[in-house]
């Protein structure tokens, strides 16, 4: 039975930046992953990573940024940690091997993003998440005596000691179908977010909210679900990002009159305000009737207006974007958009260490909820996050290893827990609905009343969808009934996990009853600081429903001020 100091689950880019920080501190590592690790999604993190490195900007102005980005939910104390952190990580990366793009002058060149006061974001062209990616993966490989890796593992649930300590997981061998325990002091959730939760999104099918289920099931708290970013510019036809940097080379947005329209939302900013005001300004102009496209269900993005030269140096992804699944050379004509589901900004409750509050139980990345984001994220801000928490949980579990003993391993009794239910989802009659079926209904549910604009009536009904599709989850069936590869059995676990995250969220949106970041309630249009200022817990309470607390927001230097752009 395989035993290790600290175990990582998932393999983007806080898996393995936490692998490698608890490797270089001494620890025996293994990192999981139902993916091979270059194919995670951290890969589709186009941009670029912010931070304060211009000699003329100071973290501080990095960290007020994201304060204000984040409508003031954001925990100041974590936000002063990853902003001031920012410079060396970013040094660190270009030290082992990522070749950000440099300007005239040799220095790394830095371009504008969204909710920022000055250009502050590095990058590679527009494929910076994979760029890192595969760096941070050479460098795994150096450490191939000190770090196990387990590819295209699938992990079914996290197993907990009579204290309720993390001491391992539960995942089965996707190749062989064979299940085995795992026994770890730590483990480190970096699964991602649960961007499958909504049809379309921009998250890769993977993103299905495995870690965020399975800590909510060992009553982790999941904090700020409700947060749900949508990104102001994907593709109308099938949800895939076109990045910000578009914007930030100075690309407009226009209506169907031909207007630059977030003059009227953002005067000083324009297209350059936070992701949350440019897709709220985009959807109403589609609801009051200025969309662009067949149905006016979109917004043309006019990238024509950058020099054609610095497109294909600087956005050479999304030219080919544009030309294999828009038909539309971005150099020649504007693009049709919409806004996109994107990002989740709420996750696993965590301290700034990526510790949770059940012991042995760290969290980083998308699954992680640190509340460096608050209500809304900035963009080139996620890489940021990822890296800088999965460091520190790497180094915070490595050194919690070297004073405690190896946890006792799982029974076989709890082994045959996770194979018992595997087996009761390959021997379901063809009589219940289909697991795609399912996924479909909650995508669509979840895009329409859980999205740029919300409302008590709209989310009540998505509830009750959500409850319903829990029961119908139960017998929905499987065709592949075999070992090897069966990714037939592995998404109607998927879908369990997802169901989970979409009724923390839909619960979560249900009771703040105010306009804060991406949590816009028609029928509350203002933010209501007197009661609302406050984090949304939410944990499982008995077999299956969700409880809802409060956390205070930390304040350290910033008070909370309208927020205008």
Same mark, same amino acid.
């Given at each position: ?376 994220? =900035? %963009? /080139?801000?996620? *890489?940021?996050?990822? @890296? ?8 915070? #579990?490595? +050194? $919690? ?88 059995? =592995? %998404? /109607?676990?998927? *879908?369990?996990?997802? @169901? ?8 979560? #949106?249900? +009771? $703040? ?53």
């Amino acid at each position: 039975m395989p035993q290790h100091d600290v175990l990582i689950l998932g393999a983007g880019l806080a898996g393995q930046r936490a692998a490698l920080a608890a490797a270089d501190a001494g620890a025996t590592v293994a990192i999981m992953s139902k993916v091979h690790p270059v194919r995670s999604h951290s890969v589709a993190a186009a941009g670029g990573i912010n931070a304060a490195i211009n000699v003329a900007d100071d973290w501080r102005s990095h960290a007020y940024d994201t304060v204000k980005g984040s409508d003031f939910l954001g925990d100041q104390d974590a936000i002063e940690v990853m902003c001031s952190e920012a410079p060396n990580e970013v040094m660190h990366l270009e030290h082992i091997g990522v070749t950000f793009h440099r300007n005239e002058t040799g220095e790394l060149d830095l371009r504008a993003f969204g909710g920022a006061s000055m250009k502050r974001t590095a990058y590679v062209a527009d494929i910076t998440g994979q760029a890192i990616l595969h760096v941070l993966y050479e460098q795994l490989m150096k450490y191939h005596e000190r770090v196990d890796r387990y590819e295209e593992w699938f992990t079914t649930s996290l197993l907990q000691d009579e204290q309720g300590t993390c001491t391992g997981c539960i995942a089965r061998n996707i190749r062989t179908g064979a299940l085995e325990a795992f026994t770890a002091k730590n483990v480190i959730l970096a699964t991602g977010g649960a961007g499958q939760c909504w049809k379309p999104t921009t998250n890769a099918l993977i993103c299905t909210g495995d870690g965020i289920s399975m800590a909510y099931r060992i009553d982790a708290p999941l904090m700020d679900m409700e947060m749900v970013q949508y990104h102001p510019t994907t593709l109308v036809e099938n949800g895939f990002l076109i990045t910000e940097g578009a914007r930030g080379e100075g690309a407009h947005l226009l209506n169907s009159e031909g207007e630059r329209f977030m003059e009227k939302y953002a005067p000083n900013k324009m297209e350059l305000a936070s992701r949350d005001v440019v897709s709220r300004a985009e959807q109403t102009e589609i609801n009051e009737g200025r969309g662009v496209g067949e149905d006016g269900s979109g917004i043309y993005l006019d990238i024509t207006v950058v020099p054609k030269k610095r497109t294909l140096e600087a956005l050479r992804e999304i030219v080919n974007i544009g030309k294999d699944f828009a038909g539309v050379d971005i150099t020649k004509e504007p693009i049709l958009i919409r806004p996109g589901q994107h990002y989740i900004m709420g996750g696993v409750k965590t301290d700034v260490d990526g510790a949770t509050p059940i012991p042995g139980l760290y969290a980083a990345g998308e699954v992680a909820c640190v509340s460096v984001h608050g209500g809304n994220r =900035l %963009g /080139a801000n996620s *890489l940021l996050d990822t @890296l800088i928490f999965g460091r520190r949980s790497g180094e915070h #579990a490595a +050194e $919690r290893a070297k004073n405690m003993r190896m946890p006792e391993p799982a029974t076989p009794a709890r082994l045959r827990q996770d194979a018992d239910m595997i087996d009761a989802i390959l021997s379901r009659p063809k009589t219940g609905r289909r697991v795609s079926e399912i996924k479909e209904e909650l995508g669509t549910e979840m895009n329409k009343n859980v999205a740029v604009f919300r409302d008590e009536a709209g989310l009540q009904h998505a509830h009750e969808t959500v409850r319903r599709l829990k029961e119908e989850a139960k017998t929905a069936y499987v065709d592949d009934r075999g070992t090897v590869f069966n990714q037939d059995v =592995l %998404g /109607a676990i998927e *879908l369990g996990f997802m @169901l989970d995250c979409a009724e923390a969220t839909v619960v979560a #949106a249900i +009771e $703040r009853k105010e306009s804060r970041g991406a949590q816009f309630r028609t029928d509350f249009p203002e933010r209501d600081d007197e009661t609302w200022l406050k984090h949304i817990d939410i944990s499982r309470n008995g077999e299956d429903v969700p409880s809802v607390t409060y956390s205070p927001v930390t304040i350290t230097d910033w008070q909370p001020e309208e927020r205008k752009y």
